[in-house]
């Protein structure tokens, strides 16, 4: 904190001293100031640097008037260089364009009445906007080009950061996801097997073939197994999310191999299959092979010794999936269930675009119905493999890539603003002058008949009623100097648009010294002035 005081106080003196050269050096007796006028140009630049950073636009009107009240054309050696700093400084600081906007406005009208009330000369406030427009309005421009363009590359690093956090994000939910396929995939293939394996040991454990101590091994087995049944359900448990959707693994053998396997462990298992030719959509044949291992893996653990029928019959738009057992009469297995294989088993189902039915029968049994389509996954908003879609070329862009557009639409438009504004304010003020200098140039007609009233030798005062509102700028090109000693030297045009012979009066202690047509050489062969009468 104290070094970024610090720092600050030091860039102020720095900026105060740079700004506070051109008033001492150009602002001494030596070059027609005063010292007076120094100590107060000095004074009021550290009052200017100690405002620019709250209120940089203050900073810059009080630079703009010290400026108008050394030169009411604002083009002045003490402050030109302060304007141009702070007027960068304001669009820097300044994250809205309309305040600088009014203020700009306010200088141009106070400037037109400043000029109009103390020089008396209208063509002094035309060189007030030129000054004001190139030391002011482009410099200010600038500095709102680099705030925009700060500001891109600060979005641009929010954004890499965003997307650093995103990365991760989606790190962490692909390895929750493979967790979760991991908890399925035992739940279903090594939860079947085992259940398969104490359907065995059970079946060898009631054997009277068998002798005492074979039967007891058997008794172990079975035992061993469902031990190991809770310890995966416990593992299943630790490993699967809540929020994540069921696992679709395809199955490696078709349904007849797995009712086989099933039949070799001792179950009494019927399967019936009614299939069309051609294979069926991946989600639906993976889903018809769980429904079946599921329930029988259900009927194992929970109706030992019960006949179990399986059948698998499709149609033209769906395949229907039934498996009934009825009620157990073998021993208990031992296994207990988690709970959650019938609520993975309908997540799957409906990914697939499926409806699962399971329940009691009245004999005590249990019945497990799954309806899956045909023609590939339902679920809206999901991919085959149970996924929100990725983002596409034709899907909407995100909330980052929108708000990086709109920073790079804002630099932009900052460049052509810095282009494109002074291109412009510099067509238009010309074709202000132009119509400016034509008006003048019409106002600025002598008649021959006035011409003729006047005398040599009359008062200015005597002279100033007959002569026209304006008179031309300056002497028109091509046409001689004045001589030596004439005096004040004024030209009016003899007619409207035509300045190949003008009228000059000249001035001296008040009184008309001498008047004269004269003749622009570039469009006339005569070069000597024609006096008048």
């Known amino acids: 904190m104290r070094a970024e005081r610090t720092r600050i106080i030091v860039v102020d003196l720095v900026l105060w001293a740079l700004l506070s050269c051109p008033v001492l050096l150009k602002g001494d007796p030596d070059d027609g100031g005063s010292w007076a006028g120094v100590a107060f140009g000095v004074a009021a630049l550290a009052v200017a640097v100690l405002m620019w950073r709250r209120a940089p636009l203050a900073s810059l009107s009080l630079v703009t008037a010290l400026s108008a009240v050394e030169n009411p054309e604002l083009v002045t050696v003490q402050y030109s260089l302060a304007m141009a700093v702070f007027g960068g400084l304001l669009g820097w600081r300044s994250p809205r364009a309309r305040p600088a906007l009014l203020a700009f406005g306010s200088i141009t009208a106070a400037g037109l009445v400043l000029v109009l009330v103390v020089e008396a000369d209208l063509w002094t406030w035309p060189a007030q906007l030129s000054s004001l427009l190139f030391t002011v309005v482009v410099p200010w421009l600038v500095g709102r080009y680099i705030r925009q363009y700060a500001e891109l590359v600060r979005t641009g690093w929010e954004l890499a950061d965003r997307m650093e956090r995103e990365q991760r994000a989606v790190a962490d939910r692909a390895r929750i996801r493979e967790r979760s396929r991991i908890a399925g995939d035992m739940h279903d293939s090594l939860g079947h097997d085992l259940s398969l394996i104490a359907v065995r040991a059970a079946a060898l454990e009631v054997d009277r073939t068998l002798s005492e101590r074979q039967r007891a091994s058997a008794g172990e087995l079975r035992q061993s197994a469902a031990d190991a049944t809770a310890r995966l359900r416990d593992i299943v448990g630790v490993l699967r999310a809540d929020d994540e ?20 462990s001792g179950l009494r298992v019927e399967l019936r299959e009614e299939r069309r030719p051609g294979a069926l959509p991946p989600m639906t044949d993976r889903a018809v092979y769980r429904v079946v291992q599921e329930a029988l893996t259900n009927a194992a653990k929970h109706a030992p010794g019960a006949a179990v029928a399986v059948t698998v019959a499709e149609g033209s738009e769906s395949v229907v999936v039934a498996v009934d057992n009825g009620p157990a009469t073998g021993p208990p297995s031992g296994l207990v269930g988690g709970g959650s294989g019938l609520v993975g088993l309908d997540e799957r189902v409906r990914l697939a675009g499926g409806e699962l039915a399971h329940g009691p029968r009245p004999d005590g049994g249990f019945a497990l119905t799954a309806r899956l389509p045909t023609t590939g996954p339902a679920a809206a908003g999901t991919t085959a493999a149970g996924e929100p879609p990725l983002p596409g070329p034709g899907s909407p862009a995100t909330a980052s890539a929108r708000e990086l557009r709109r920073a790079r639409m804002r630099v932009r438009r900052g460049l052509r603003q810095v282009i494109v504004v002074p291109a412009v304010a510099v067509a238009v003020l010309g074709v202000v002058l132009f119509f400016v200098d034509q008006y003048i140039r019409s106002q600025s007609v002598l008649d021959r008949e006035s011409y003729d009233r006047i005398r040599i030798g009359d008062a200015r005062s005597e002279v100033a009623p007959l002569l026209p509102e304006y008179s031309l700028e300056r002497r028109p090109p091509g046409v001689d100097p004045e001589p030596a000693g004439a005096g004040d030297c004024v030209y009016y045009a003899m007619r409207t648009y035509d300045w190949s012979q003008v009228y000059r009066l000249c001035f001296r202690d008040g009184r008309l010294a001498s008047k004269t047509v004269v003749v622009d050489v570039a469009n006339e062969e005569d070069r000597q002035g024609v006096p008048s009468p």
């Open 245 to 264: 959707r069921a696992p679709t693994v395809p199955a490696d053998e078709p349904v007849g191999a797995l009712v086989e396997r099933a039949r070799q």
